[in-house]
């Protein structure tokens, strides 16, 4: 199949994407493809434009030049219902009413599916009882927002994006408010939603021994562009970490191969 082919079969490709705020360029010339099923990191150190990128991929940032194209479409001729029916964002600080309840706010996931004025259709509510089941959230449904933990409320906003069901998920450090615990089953949990869903799922994290035990491949983003991409093995050394991020670690690795890194101090 000729390289071509390939990349338009892929739900998500970015071909020489590039943005800019108030003149100051943020990146420049960036390219990748995410494929159905995979898990795929994006790291890279503060500040480097990775929000950016996650907002220039769904529309958000309507600045950003190049083009992306969603399911071998072009994003920009889509519609944002449309858009939503295919891409969904989890950002790092969701902006919902704290006065609804965990319940109400996941259901707002179904939101694109849902014609004008309709009320939910039977599968609408089993989105949303799956998605409050994956998340550990049914003896919370009624709870309001305003009283659940940071973390809690980053579940929430998880499982609205699971409720969504669209085939393109991106989430911006999802884990950033989170315990050990949910750290890891949230790292489970997309994984398995990329193998069970055919998902393609786009994570922009800082946890790297997360993202080298779970994830299919890593970008790493520096200095405004992509400046390595590929499987965790290849990626996490201790060379990068320390040209990327500054950072003194010491690499390792499991008997399954996967990177393990350790602070030196």
Not at 17 to 46: D, H, I, K, M
Not at 80 to 101: C, M, N, Y
Not at 171 to 182: K, M
Not at 206 to 224: E, F, P, Q, R, Y
Request: proline share 5%.
């Amino acid at each position: 199949m000729p390289a071509t082919a390939k990349r338009e079969a892929d739900p998500l490709v970015a071909v020489d994407l590039s943005a800019a705020y108030e003149g100051q360029r943020v990146f420049a010339g960036v390219s990748f493809s995410l494929a159905r099923g995979t898990l795929t990191a994006l790291v890279g150190p503060n500040g480097c434009g990775k929000t950016t990128l996650l907002h220039a991929l769904c529309g958000i940032h309507t600045e950003a030049t190049g083009e992306v194209r969603l399911q071998g479409q072009p994003l920009r001729g889509l519609d944002r219902r449309e858009v939503a029916r295919r891409i969904g964002l989890v950002p790092q600080f969701s902006q919902i009413d704290f006065g609804v309840t965990v319940e109400e706010a996941v259901a707002l996931g179904r939101y694109p599916w849902l014609g004008m004025l309709a009320p939910p259709a039977p599968e609408d509510r089993a989105a949303v009882e799956e998605a409050l089941a994956a998340l550990d959230l049914v003896v919370l449904r009624r709870r309001a927002l305003q009283t659940l933990s940071g973390g809690e409320r980053q579940r929430v906003f998880l499982a609205r994006a699971l409720a969504q069901a669209a085939p393109v998920l991106l989430l911006d450090e999802p884990a950033a408010s989170l315990d050990l615990r949910y750290q890891q089953e949230t790292f489970e949990r997309l994984r398995a939603l990329a193998r069970e869903r055919g998902a393609a799922v786009l994570v922009a994290d800082h946890h790297l021994n997360l993202v080298a035990a779970t994830c299919d491949s890593v970008i790493v983003l520096h200095h405004g562009s992509i400046v390595a991409q590929g499987a965790p093995r290849e990626i996490v050394t201790e060379e990068m970490i320390r040209a990327v991020f500054g950072a003194r670690m010491r690499v390792t690795h499991d008997p399954q191969g996967r990177p393990q890194c350790l602070w030196e101090f």
